[in-house]
């Protein structure tokens, strides 16, 4: 389904990607973990048409879609939820839900389609009234994710999801991320709490400074002792 391949890229002087390679196939989980400044966002930033890459190409569903933008890699399924809940605080959830469907869909569309995502996360429709800026840091990472899948992407990516959540809204969070794959959404996230990671994915890849450094079956790299000094920060 993605095909990412042989990514060199930076920023100004600073190349912080030096040839790294992704796979994603249909229905798949797929984590990226590794250190921090390893290049994890890098690489998601140019999967989803955010950052041009210096070499190497992104393929999705069998198009060569590196020099798309990324409104329009958005509108042909790919779809990247950045870190930070970016949602618009002064609108209610209801108003970024009908955002995240522009051009994606129209009436009765996007009624159904909010439907599914009060049905993934019934703690927004018990607030699709309330302004965002005053949702729970968890229930606005639920309003980021619903405003993406309003578009009904075919691949996710999630930029760390769960960062800065309480322990329960992580787990919130990961439990929904688990049934939308059910549902035959297929997702890549980068994840700096491992029991997420490895809870939601079922394949992952390392990066650490620019490069891929392993990559397998997350009971692979549950083991992986560059995986573990990753976790710590010590890598
Ligand atoms: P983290 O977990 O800390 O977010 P990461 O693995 O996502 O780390 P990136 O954010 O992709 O890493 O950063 C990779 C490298 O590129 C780092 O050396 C970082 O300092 C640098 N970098 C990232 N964004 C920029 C930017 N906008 N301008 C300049 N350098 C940047």
Redesign the pocket.
Known sequence: MLHAEGIVA???A?E??HGADFTVAPHEAVALV????????????VISGLLRPWNGKVVFDGQDVTRWSAERRALAGLTLVP?GRRVFAGLTSEENLRLGAYRRARGRDVTGRMAEVFDLFPRLAERRRQRAGLLSGGEQQMLAIGRALMGRPRLLLL??PSLGLAPLAVREVADALTQLVHTGVTIAL?E?NAAVAFGVASRGYL?DR?QVVADGSVDDLRDDVRVHAAYLGEA
Do not use: C, H, R
């Open positions: 930076g920023y100004g600073i912080a990607l590794g250190p921090n400044g390893a290049g994890k966002s890098t690489l998601f930033g870190e930029d760390e980068v700096q990066l620019g």
